[in-house]
């Protein structure tokens, strides 16, 4: 027997419906924010991503889903969307126009991590690009967008905010540390060694318990930002705290993908295990112009879908549409005329062997149907139908014409 890859799930049933149910509340919220869809290739340039998330990022130098193709092209399953949105935007010149753009997407993503609970190789993102505005406000925004996802799904959170500075505070900042890190060298952890050469603002992000408590006396980019970076961040904050939208700042929050500048996020849920991110993203005003196209500031996040999957609280489920079944096989073919006349306005389930009235009315329960129509010996001679409102438990025979 053939089962799915490691990592990789089939979806059906309730959970293919909620996660339906929450892709839509996602849609219809990005909606009300002005985003429209874009749908960009799963499959892309091996470069896209070595260029926009990172060649030194764990993404990119362990975990693509990357082959050479049948023309010879090194190309990879996308690990995330933002660098296809961005590339998008690039390649269809949206950077040379003067209007602002925002996207909201969604669809698979590969990552070859090794699969844990809410770790999977194949999983789902909702996300947000919006291009062309500088404001902190837009960042200020996008949190709020979030948490009114997350409040429609019945989810509750932590939010961690930080700032990762700029073109013009980061290099000093990041010089400050590499000293600070090289003289802790030898009781850090080999991760943190190569990523000390390699990109030593992820170290802040090590795992390890003796490393972060290394890290405690590290310098802090919050305390080195420059002027205009600072007060952006103060403005974040202080808009967050009129809105009563609670956060912590986690000087550590440096997410694991290189694009970012200024506003860094995560939304974090402790009712999920170890990995309790459920949604990231932040400020990444340099990317658009890495991957060619005019200076554009932007911002963006992705929700886990899977990871959020459990918490969604759904309404409950409303009976709907009607259940149609004959009792004898002569009658089966009067049930077609009335399926098609109904399907024009509410689902119609068709049963097509004739049975027994319990066992049709099982088959109504099981349906979810609101009604439950069958057409038996009496019903056809007399050319009506017996129909029965599963809610009301109200019964009635009507003519063929009248229904
Ligand atoms: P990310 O933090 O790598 O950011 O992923 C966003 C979310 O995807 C995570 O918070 C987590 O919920 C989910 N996720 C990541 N990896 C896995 C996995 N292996 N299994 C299940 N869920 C996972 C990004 O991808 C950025 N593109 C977000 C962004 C958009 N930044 C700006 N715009």
Known sequence: MIKPLRGMKDLMFEDAERFVYTIKTAIEIAKRYGYSYIETPILEETALFKRSVGDSSDIVSKEMYQFEDKGGNDVCMRPEGTAGVVRAFVSNKLDRQPVKQKFYYY??????????????REFHQFGCESFGEASVYE???MITMISQIFEALGIGFDLKINSLGCPECMPP????????LTNIKEELCTDCNRRIDTNPIRVLDCKNEKC????KESPKLTENLCETCQSDFQKLTALLDDAGIAYEVDTNLVRGLDYYNKTAFEFVSNEIGA???????GRYDKLVEYLDGKPTPAVGFAIGIERIMELVKMPKKQKEGIYMGAMTPEAVEHLFPLAAKKRKETKVTVEYTPKGFKTHMKGADKAGARYALLIGEDELKNGTVWIKDLETKEEKTITLEAF
């Not at 669809?107 to 809410?118: A, H, I, L, S, W």
């Not at 900042?173 to 600070?180: C, D, G, K, W």
């Open 107 to 120: 669809g698979p993503m590969f990552r070859y991590e090794r699969p844990q609970k809410g770790r999977l």
């Open 139 to 141: 960042d200020f925004t």
């Open 173 to 180: 900042y990041r010089e400050n540390l590499v000293s600070f």
């Open 212 to 215: 972060q408590s290394l890290l």
């Open 275 to 281: 990995q309790s991110a459920i949604a990231g993203g």
